[in-house]
């Protein structure tokens, strides 16, 4: 078999693990928020994020819009950010095999960029994390091309992709400012070559797209601004807050080590990152070369360093968990570089190692970021069955699940449903007639409710005809 069939393989088997979540998954707390109550606002009221929420992620929330047209079920509502998922895929194909040689090398990059199961999982989710993550690896595909061929139109795709990936989540705003500021140190670099025309020409194709990203993120952003919505983040810094929580989600509960793998494990990835940074840079200096290796490495610390930036001059957090996600891919692709000219059994451990984590961790039943929603569809269906729709049911919830039950409610036309409300604290009333909590919060139910069905740590408990208030 060659190897660009392998990497065929394992890209397709990818795509279907995402499609099989995507399926399968329970829509989660963002995602039902994102349909009831963004999707469904008029176009100008989306894009103008009219009232600002951080929770609408302006191209997944109009591409939502455009696929419920067809219905209304979790798969379509999905499908944007599963075919960006194929979009990923396919750019780190193309990537991998541009900068990768050796069958080792071309592996261990494409483990390194896909094996992540936290990664993965944005591409099952209507969020705007995996539209962004996609359109980023393009992006970064063609920045690559465009340091080979300094033609612009890969510079043109590269540019175009970010704006893409910015208005897909906010948050990729540092990568695109990044990608600015890398764009023209290949085109400075080495100074002896510098093509005047070239860089004007390439300058102007920059400014032309960061004309229409400002065009369409100036509203949604200043309305954010203005509600206060930028408020989700860590204070520490990008080491201890982003690259930290992003560690701990790939290592996810696994303990390999004991209760304190994640801690443990978390020095040695430190320790290799910014030995990647610095061998990557110091060579790229040795050799004079500003090439693929010193271009990745450079937007990543760029990167690091618009967010410090961002904190010191404007007050804004550093990115954490699912919002510094686009760190990602420029931390494999770094690391994969420190590694390139290595023997091949240390790739072949370090791919072994990687490959055996993501098969530990894969599933189709949970989602690392919303854990508590792996049973709500099977609760939300069994207390529908319990009567007919033309017979009235009380339903209610722990707020945490209240989006969900409610977009269930509405996409299947229980209409014979009341509730849930949005309640912050159990209630210790008799108003429900069901009731789905976590099994600890259930002391806080009015005595009277008994035990309907469990679901994991989770449960429905329901109020007997006969404890009934008289009405």
Known sequence: MKKEHTLIILSILAFLYCLARAVGLSMTHDESATVLEFASRPFWKVVTNDPGRANNHLLNTLLIQFFTIFGNNKFLIRLPNLLAGGLFLYFSYRLVRAIATGWWEQLLAFSLLVFNPYLLEFFSLARGYGLGLGFMMGSLYFLHRFRESRQLGPLAWSMGLAVLACYSNLTMLTYF??????????????????????????????????????????????????????????????????????????????????????????????????????????????????????CFTSLLVLMAFGNFL???????????????????????????????????????????????????????????????????????????????????????????????????????????????????????????????????????????????KSFGDYCIMKLPPDKKDVQ
């Open 177 to 294: 400012v990044a990608l600015i500021v890398v764009a023209n140190l290949l085109m400075l670099l080495p100074v002896k070559d510098i093509n005047r025309r070239r860089w004007l020409s390439a300058n102007l194709t920059i400014l032309f797209f960061s004309v229409v990203l400002f065009a369409l993120i100036f509203a949604p952003l200043s309305a954010l601004i203005r509600e206060g919505e930028l408020y989700y983040g860590g204070t520490r810094g990008v080491l201890p807050n982003t690259f930290t929580t992003l560690i701990q989600n790939y290592l996810g509960a696994e303990n390999y080590f004991g209760d304190n793998t994640q801690d443990l494990l978390l020095a040695p990835v430190y320790i290799l990152l910014l030995l990647a940074v610095s061998r990557n840079l110091l060579e790229g200096a040795r050799r004079r070369q500003f090439d693929t290796a010193v």
């Open 310 to 452: 961002q904190r010191e001059l404007l007050g804004t957090r550093y990115l954490i968990h699912r919002t510094g996600l686009m760190y990602f891919p420029l931390m494999a692709l770094v690391i994969f570089f420190l590694l390139k000219t290595s023997a091949d059994w240390l790739k072949l451990a370090l791919l072994l190692a990687v490959t055996l984590h993501f098969l530990n961790r894969a599933n189709v039943k949970t989602v690392q970021e919303w854990w508590f929603e792996r049973f709500t569809e099977d609760a939300f269906e069994y207390v529908a069955a319990q009567q007919p729709r033309d017979s009235t049911i009380r339903f209610g919830s722990f707020w945490l699940f209240t989006p969900t039950l409610n977009y269930y409610k509405q996409s299947r036309g229980y209409l014979n449903i009341i509730g849930p409300n949005l309640d912050f604290e159990v209630p210790n009333t008799k108003y429900f007639d069901y009731y789905y909590l976590s099994t600890g919060d259930t002391v806080k139910l009015h005595p009277d409710y008994i035990l309907e």
